[in-house]
């Protein structure tokens, strides 16, 4: 029995060591470990040997088994590295590549890119000032007295309970008025005494407010302009803001500026341009021809002395837009629900 075990043994092996291909290999497994196989019918056969010698016997044809099982994976393995080496040496390398997948930058960092460069151009810097921040810089520096209900409307973000007692309490930006404030005073500082205070700045930065809804997203962004110098009138705020809109917009674009009410501006507006569709006679997107921007104004006299600016010597306009609203103006973009936006859905995303 032993001896014919040994003899299945060296069969199988050299078999397998011949075996060329992945087909032949699997025709010699049968032969040998299959449900009529040599070593399977050996082991069946178990019950022919006598009792004694059971065990070793069984033993040894486990241990034949396993070699031959072995081989047959090496044997196997051997093919297939084989076959794919042939695969890789007749490689066409005159196919196109795979395309790794590109993403592209977000709608809203594209209009901010364009916004910013539109300002660049007539001498605007782009800056950068806290998203969390004193309720001092954003409210009281910008003529909101302490309790002044018109606080309200900013559905502000607090971060604290503590009160600092000069400063306040700790926000997060519901708009980038702050940056008014924190400019003139780092360019008040910077001048003294060398020479005119002139501020050409754009303020771009995210703004929270307590609103989620379909037209609202907690987290948004604002672009704020200031500008500060000698006889600043409404005259550069008119032409600042027509040259935006002509420029982002469209050469065929109007604006007009509508009195309205801030605590940091006087006069106050807001900035609407004429409808895109209808160029302001009036249609079922505009309603009256006419499409809200944003607010606007001449910096009030108490704005300027908060900053460390005197209102006898300089005057200055500022506006504070936001980015998401201008491109979905732009590209008349009807999106149902603006929380979309930040979603980080790529069904949406991709479709930009
Ligand atoms: N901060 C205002 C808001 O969030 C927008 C604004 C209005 C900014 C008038 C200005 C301005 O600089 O002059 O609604």
């Known amino acids: 029995m032993e001896e014919q075990l040994m003899t299945i043994k060296n069969e199988a092996l050299s078999l397998i060591l011949d075996a060329g291909d992945i087909k032949t290999l699997e025709e010699v497994k049968l032969q040998f470990l299959g449900r009529s196989g040599k070593l399977t019918l050996a082991l069946k056969d178990i019950v022919n040997v006598p009792l004694l010698q059971r065990a070793e016997i069984g033993q040894l044809i486990n241990e034949v088994k396993q070699s031959v099982e072995e081989a047959i994976d090496r044997q196997g393995e051997m093919l297939k590295n084989k076959r794919l080496e042939k695969k890789r040496e007749s490689i066409d390398v005159t196919n196109p590549g795979i395309k790794p997948p590109s993403g592209h930058i977000h709608l809203v960092t594209h209009a901010i890119n364009e916004i910013t460069a539109i300002f660049e151009k007539i001498g605007f810097t782009r800056v950068r000032y806290p998203e969390v921040e004193w309720d001092w810089y954003a409210f009281t520096a910008l003529n909101f007295p302490e309790n002044h209900p018109a606080r309200d409307d900013w559905e502000t973000f607090f971060t604290t309970e503590d009160v600092d007692s000069k400063k306040g309490s700790i926000i997060l930006t519901p708009h980038t008025s702050n940056g008014q404030i924190r400019e003139m005073q780092r360019v008040v500082k910077e001048q003294k005494g060398k020479g005119d ?74 900035l609407d341009i004429n409808c895109g569709v209808c160029l302001g006679k009036g249609c079922k997107l505009c309603k009256a021809g006419w499409l809200e921007l944003g607010g606007a104004g001449i910096v009030h006299p108490n704005v300027l002395t908060f900053g460390g600016v005197d209102p006898k010597i300089y005057s200055g306009f500022a506006f504070g837009f936001g980015p998401e609203r201008c491109m979905m103006m732009k590209e008349g973009l009807e999106i149902d629900d603006l929380r979309l936006l930040y979603s980080n859905k790529l069904e949406f995303l991709t479709q930009f």
């Open 197 to 270: 205070i002139s501020i050409r700045m754009l303020n771009i930065a995210k703004t929270y407010r307590r609103q989620s809804d379909v037209s609202h997203t907690q987290m948004f962004h604002q672009f704020e302009g200031l500008v500060v110098g000698k006889d600043i009138s409404i005259v550069h705020l008119k032409g600042t803001l027509d040259y935006f809109v002509k420029s982002f917009f469209g050469e065929n674009r109007e604006i007009r500026l509508r009195p309205y009410h801030f605590q940091f501006t006087e006069p106050s507006f807001e």
